[in-house]
């Protein structure tokens, strides 16, 4: 049964040499006994710093200023160290965004889940994994009587998830905190926790704070949303009225970014040109050493085609291991094809980079998913931009000084980030930057991966805007690898889906609507979190399972 | 980097310490390192008495007028002596050092930016160095070619060389698995620019930090053998020997001895300081 939570006045500072820095300012807030809260916003709004803080922590840099906190009867920051100690894990459990990185490999999973409650002193060991077993049933994991022997890496990511659940529930908290639980998670495997999490709160009568940057998913799960953005509060609302009728002009793009949009489509000439300029067939590929008969000892790709005209915008869609980031591999010429060819414009590609001639590399670029690591941090914006119109095409002087700002222009970026360096960056901008580069080669094909899978909804939907201008203005062509069909739907004019390297179906824009398809494609669509009540629900209890 | 992404509330106009671009502690230990290099360069030609005129003076005298940090066990003046054995310890220390982190960092980008198969040659050849224990090899070389400076300093520098690289080599295996590095390779960049330019600029940093750390062990390294009697030759000296000729004074607590362990002590910290504290390196540039 959960506690009442009070927040008011609640500033929390960082420390910079400039002085301390407010990151999250003035918030006030109080939850009822059982109900849900959703901490909604961009990275960087504070919505993490806020729920932590419910335990009373701040995180390295940081300190809670001023404000009350209390849960139940308890002021949570008027606590001694032990006091804190005693309310974590015990009172307040916090589930992570990262079921894998917050279990220790080394230890069984049993041994962890009833951790809580042995270092609190709360029941004996039997009691402890007994109460295991039965969490372990009711969040639907497969053989709840022996899972807990298991290690972590012999269970799967949301069996993972869901034993973190089990971990903050064996104390029975007052208050439950998850952070991000899903946005880690295949769209599939996304419903099948999210019911589980419902569940057992609802059951519990848990009283919960869900941290989510996804509307979504924070309407099947949360009865009030707050949206926060920099630290300080846009709105506090019950679901239906935030998702319904936003009263905040921030709170309404949100909602506006959320929602799938189609994208203009650009002169797609597949009737007018007979050539394609991008023809896979036969495509298998893989990792390991090679057999007689040249087959690698792991088989990642299988008998993959994808036909692509120039302008087209293809998309390849699956989950967590079907393959589809090695198929941009593949096509990069970053790992050789095991059979199969890949015909770019009338040609065979080679089959490593070093078959390849300069001028092939041009006209294939990759993006990749995450700007942090595909940007060397070392390394101006100007610079980062400069070498490939250096290497490429010889530009010196002020012909690429002119060039560096045309690009920068054409990103939507100012003038003025090209003495930054990547950390100087958001996430957005950085991943810009990151387009602006592949562009600056003149490419006639590029390769995303993931490219807005790791930003804010906002920020992404505004780099999908930008992708697909584009296109239309200079007429390159993607081939756009997600996970996430919204995504995928609003760019691309075909798409490829893809599941445990083999290709299953292939279906064009204009039949996005229009079925039957695949049965994974329809698996895949519904599993899409729609930004209504009640639709976790309404989902097929096929999905599900 | 938050500075310019935040506003900041009006302040009262209080003079704000402007950030400098080095901090203090990184000026003053460089000023000691400043002063150690004078010292290597001109500092004999200014010392008006040589450290090799003895006889007139009391042995182990005191801190005096006429001799700044006494006389030694001859009765030469230890102030001459360690501005003598300045260019020794400075020179052969640091070029040993500047060798083995150099040729160390070079030889780990090669094998990070080259196929499994070069890594793998290299890396079974560095582990067999590391094998061979560090004095017992530094013996072995002076025995073998005496001890010269070139043979002292290329000793030195293969002694130290496998640490170096095995940082390097784990440092920069993590750079060539980045996505930018991928992208490099991808536009079809050559073996030496994905080195130098991808991958070194992004270690350089802890390498530097690596290089004080390895000074300090060179400087020691060449201190102990002197110690032994197979460093530098006499009359020459650099500080390790100064040390071990004025053995005989540590009961007496005289400058003779305590001096040149002042200056090793002095040199080795000031160029830690110095590396941790530059702008841009692990610790003191963020």
């Given at each position: 049964?959960g506690?009442?939570?009070?927040?008011?006045?609640?500033?929390?500072?960082a420390?910079?040499r400039?002085g301390?820095?407010?990151?999250?300012?003035d918030?006030?807030?109080?939850?009822?006994?059982?109900e849900?809260?959703?901490?909604?916003?961009?990275?960087?709004?504070?919505k993490t710093?806020?729920a932590?803080?419910?335990?009373?922590y701040?995180?390295n840099g940081c300190?809670?200023?001023?404000?009350?906190?209390r849960i139940?009867?308890?002021?949570v920051?008027?606590?001694?160290?032990a006091?804190?100690r005693?309310?974590?894990?015990?009172?307040?459990?916090?589930?992570?965004?990262?079921?894998?990185?917050?279990f220790?490999?080394?230890?069984?999973?049993m041994d962890?889940?009833?951790e809580p409650?042995?270092?609190?002193?709360?029941?004996?060991?039997?009691?402890a994994?007994?109460?295991?077993?039965?969490l372990?049933?009711?969040?639907?994991?497969?053989?709840?009587?022996?899972?807990?022997?298991?290690?972590?890496?012999?269970?799967?990511?949301?069996?993972?998830?869901?034993?973190?659940?089990?971990?903050a529930?064996?104390?029975?908290?007052?208050?439950?905190?998850?952070?991000?639980?899903t946005?880690a998670?295949?769209?599939t495997?996304?419903?099948e926790?999210?019911?589980?999490?419902?569940?057992?709160?609802?059951?519990?009568?848990a009283?919960?704070?869900?941290?989510?940057h996804?509307?979504a998913?924070?309407?099947?799960m949360?009865?009030?949303?707050?949206?926060?953005?920099d630290?300080?509060?846009?709105e506090?609302?019950?679901?239906?009225?935030?998702i319904e009728?936003p009263?905040?002009?921030?709170?309404?793009?949100?909602?506006?970014?959320?929602?799938?949009?189609?994208?203009?489509?650009g002169?797609a000439?597949?009737s007018?040109?007979?050539?394609?300029?991008?023809?896979?067939?036969?495509?298998?590929?893989?990792?390991?050493?090679?057999?007689r008969?040249?087959?690698?000892?792991?088989?990642?790709?299988?008998d993959?085609?994808?036909?692509?005209?120039?302008?087209?915008?293809?998309?390849v869609?699956?989950?967590s291991?079907?393959?589809?980031?090695?198929l941009?591999?593949?096509?990069?010429?970053?790992?050789?094809p095991?059979?199969?060819?890949?015909v770019?414009?009338?040609?065979?590609l080679?089959?490593?980079l070093?078959?390849?001639?300069k001028e092939d590399?041009?006209?294939?670029?990759?993006?990749?998913?995450?700007?942090?690591?595909?940007l060397n941090?070392s390394q101006t914006?100007?610079r980062?931009l400069?070498?490939p119109l250096q290497?490429?095409?010889?530009?010196?002087?002020a012909?690429?000084?002119?060039?560096i700002?045309q690009?920068?222009?054409?990103?939507?970026?100012?003038?003025a980030?090209a003495?930054?360096?990547?950390?100087?960056?958001?996430?957005?901008?950085?991943?810009r930057?990151?387009?602006?580069?592949?562009?600056?080669?003149e490419?006639?094909?590029?390769l995303?991966?993931e490219?807005?899978s790791?930003?804010?909804?906002?920020?992404?939907a505004?780099?999908l805007?930008?992708?697909?201008?584009?296109?239309r203005?200079?007429?390159?062509s993607y081939?756009?690898i997600?996970?996430?069909?919204h995504?995928?739907r609003?760019v691309?004019?075909?798409?490829?889906?893809?599941?445990?390297?083999?290709?299953?179906?292939q279906?064009?824009?204009?039949?996005?609507?229009?079925?039957?398809?695949?049965?994974?494609?329809e698996?895949?669509a519904?599993?899409v979190?729609?930004?209504?009540?009640?639709?976790?629900?309404?989902v097929?209890?096929?999905?599900?399972? | 980097?938050?500075?310019?992404?935040?506003?900041?509330p009006?302040?009262?106009?209080?003079?704000r310490?402007v950030?400098?671009a080095?901090?203090?502690?990184?000026?003053?230990?460089g000023?000691v390192l400043?002063?150690?290099?004078?010292?290597?360069?001109?500092?004999?030609?200014?010392?008006?008495?040589?450290?090799?005129?003895?006889?007139?003076?009391a042995?182990?005298?005191?801190i005096?007028?006429?001799?700044?940090?006494?006389?030694d066990?001859?009765?030469?003046?230890?102030?001459?002596?360690?501005?003598?054995?300045?260019r020794?310890?400075?020179?052969?220390?640091?070029?040993?050092?500047?060798l083995?982190s150099?040729?160390?960092?070079?030889?780990?980008?090669?094998a990070?930016?080259?196929?499994r198969?070069?890594?793998a040659?290299?890396s079974?050849?560095?582990?067999?160095l590391t094998?061979?224990?560090?004095?017992?090899?530094?013996?072995?070389?002076v025995?073998?070619f005496?001890s010269?400076?070139p043979?002292?300093?290329?000793?030195a520098?293969i002694i130290?060389?496998?640490?170096?690289?095995?940082?390097?080599?784990s440092l920069?295996?993590?750079?060539?698995?980045?996505?930018?590095?991928?992208?490099?390779?991808?536009?079809?960049?050559?073996r030496l620019?994905?080195?130098?330019?991808?991958?070194?600029?992004?270690i350089?940093g802890?390498?530097?930090a690596?290089l004080?750390?390895r000074?300090?062990?060179?400087v020691?390294?060449?201190a102990?053998?002197s110690?032994?009697?197979?460093?530098?030759?006499?009359?020459?000296?650099?500080?390790?020997?100064?040390?071990?000729?004025?053995?005989?004074?540590?009961?007496?607590?005289?400058?003779?001895?305590?001096m040149?362990?002042?200056a090793?002590?002095?040199?080795?910290?000031?160029?830690?300081?110095?590396?941790?504290?530059?702008?841009?390196?692990?610790?003191?540039?963020?």
């Open positions: 049964m506690a009442p939570v009070t927040v008011s006045g609640l500033n929390i500072v420390h910079t400039g301390d820095q407010p990151i999250v300012k918030l006030n807030f109080s939850i009822a006994p059982g849900v809260l959703a901490l909604i916003g961009e990275s960087g709004s504070g710093t806020t932590l803080a419910l335990m009373g701040a995180r300190r809670i200023a001023g404000g009350s906190i139940g009867d308890v002021d920051l008027s606590l001694s160290p006091e804190t005693a309310l974590r894990g015990r009172r307040v459990a916090y589930i992570a965004q990262s079921a894998a990185a917050s220790n490999p080394s230890r069984s999973i962890q889940v009833v409650a042995l270092i609190h002193a709360l029941m004996p060991r039997e009691q994994e007994a109460k295991a077993v039965a372990f049933r009711e969040l639907a994991l497969p053989n709840p009587e022996t899972i807990g022997s298991r290690y972590p890496h012999q269970v799967s990511g949301g069996q993972l998830q869901r034993l973190m659940a089990a971990m529930l064996i104390s029975d908290p007052d208050l439950v905190i998850l952070d991000e639980p946005t998670l295949d769209v495997t996304q419903i926790v999210l019911r589980a999490f419902r569940r057992v709160v609802r059951e519990r009568r009283t919960a704070v869900y941290v989510s996804d509307l998913v924070v309407a099947q949360a009865d009030h949303i707050l949206v926060l953005r630290g300080a509060m846009r506090i609302g019950s679901t239906e009225q935030i009728a009263e905040n002009d921030y709170t309404q793009s949100l909602l506006a970014a959320a929602q799938p949009k189609a994208r203009e489509a002169q000439s597949a007018a040109e007979s050539r394609p300029l991008l023809q896979v067939s036969g495509l298998s590929a893989g990792y390991g050493p090679r057999d008969s040249g087959q690698p000892a792991t088989l990642i790709l299988q993959i085609d994808v036909k692509l005209y120039r302008g087209q915008a293809i998309g869609i699956g989950e291991g079907s393959g589809k980031t090695t941009a591999r593949a096509v990069a010429g970053l790992i050789a095991a059979k199969g060819s890949i770019f414009d009338g040609r065979e080679g089959s490593t070093k078959d390849r001639p590399l041009r006209r294939i670029q990759i993006v990749f998913q995450m700007a942090d690591t595909a941090p914006v100007e980062i400069a070498r290497f490429y095409r010889g530009l010196q002087g012909a690429l000084q002119a060039r700002q690009l920068l222009d054409l990103v939507q970026l100012p003038a980030l003495q930054r360096l990547p950390g100087g960056l958001s996430g957005g901008q950085k991943q930057v990151n387009l602006a580069r592949a562009l600056a080669a490419p006639d094909l590029i995303c991966d490219v807005t790791a930003l804010d909804t906002v920020v992404g505004a780099v805007d930008l992708m697909a201008q584009l296109r203005e200079l007429g390159v081939l756009f997600s996970h996430d069909l995504t995928v609003s691309c004019d075909e798409i490829v889906v893809m599941q445990q390297g083999r290709k299953l179906a279906v064009a824009r204009a039949d996005f609507e229009r079925g039957p398809h695949h049965p994974y494609y698996l895949l519904r599993s979190p729609e930004l209504r009540r009640g639709w976790l629900d309404d097929p209890a096929a999905v599900a399972a | 980097m938050n500075d310019s992404t935040l506003t900041l009006p302040k009262p106009p209080k003079p310490p950030r400098p080095v901090n203090a502690v990184a000026l003053l230990s000023a400043l002063f150690w290099l004078i010292a290597a360069l001109i500092g004999p030609s200014l010392m008006s008495q040589g450290g090799a005129s003895m006889g007139e003076d042995v182990f005298a005191p005096s007028a006429a001799h700044w940090f006494g006389t066990f001859l009765g030469r003046d230890v102030l001459a002596r360690v501005v003598q054995g300045t020794y310890t400075v020179g052969v220390a640091l070029t040993a050092t500047l083995a150099g040729s160390g960092t070079l030889l780990a980008l090669l990070a930016a080259s196929g198969w070069l890594d040659v290299l079974r050849a560095v582990d067999t094998s061979v224990p560090g004095k017992m090899f530094a013996l072995i070389m025995a073998a005496g010269r400076l043979t002292l300093i290329l000793t520098a130290y060389l496998p640490g170096a690289y095995r940082i390097a080599r920069a295996v993590n750079i060539d698995a980045m996505d930018y590095v991928t992208v490099a390779r991808t536009r079809g960049e050559g620019y994905i080195m130098l330019h991808e991958i070194l600029p992004n350089i802890p390498m530097l690596d004080g750390l000074f300090v062990y060179v020691l390294l060449l102990s053998l110690f032994l009697g197979l460093g530098v030759q006499p009359p020459a000296a650099d500080w390790g020997s100064l040390v071990r000729e004025n053995i005989g004074a540590l009961p007496l607590g005289s400058a003779a001895i305590i040149p362990a002042l090793i002590a002095s040199l080795t910290i000031a160029v830690n300081l110095l590396i941790d504290n530059l702008p841009g390196s692990a610790r003191g540039g963020h």
